[in-house]
């Protein structure tokens, strides 16, 4: 088993992926031109840790901010996380996202809603400056 550890960038957020542990976590801001290469390395991984039948994933994400092609990787993402889920996997989501941010709130409640999952929503004081 592996860790996947990807520093954070201006532009893009910091992952670690602790296959072992079972848990995955993004941070960050993402709106760089090459997070659809980052978000297919880590679905990469996901789906080969997905092979390995584990029993649990634990899941934490904390976006400042993310733009409309980072929606997408971020859907595709959840759409893998379910699949585990399905093939019996424990998974718990805890999405964070900036206190008065409506806006990223209901954004994650969509892909919730679209995605029939499970995920906590947490609105966090901005601590990513």
């Known amino acids: 088993m592996?860790?996947?550890?990807?520093?954070?960038?201006?532009?893009?957020?910091?992952?670690?992926?602790?296959?072992?542990?079972g848990t995955l976590q993004i941070k960050g801001k993402s709106y760089d031109d090459d997070v659809v290469m980052l978000f297919n390395m880590l679905r990469t991984k996901l789906k080969a840790f997905g092979s390995k039948n584990p029993e649990k994933l634990d899941v934490n994400i904390y976006l400042?901010?993310?733009?409309t092609s980072s929606s997408k990787c971020l859907f595709d993402l959840l759409t893998d996380l379910k699949d585990l889920e399905d093939n019996g996997v424990q998974l718990?989501?805890?999405?964070?996202?900036?206190?008065?941010?409506?806006?990223?709130?209901?954004?994650?409640?969509?892909?919730?809603?679209s995605?029939?999952?499970?995920?906590?929503?947490?609105?966090l004081r901005d601590d990513l400056g």
Do not use: H, Q
């Open 2 to 21: 592996s860790v996947l550890e990807i520093p954070a960038k201006e532009a893009a957020p910091y992952v670690r992926f602790d296959e072992e542990n």
């Open 64 to 67: 400042k901010y993310f733009n």
């Open 92 to 113: 718990s989501i805890i999405w964070n996202f900036v206190e008065g941010d409506e806006e990223m709130g209901e954004e994650i409640e969509d892909f919730r809603d």
């Open 115 to 123: 995605l029939d999952m499970e995920i906590e929503i947490k609105a």
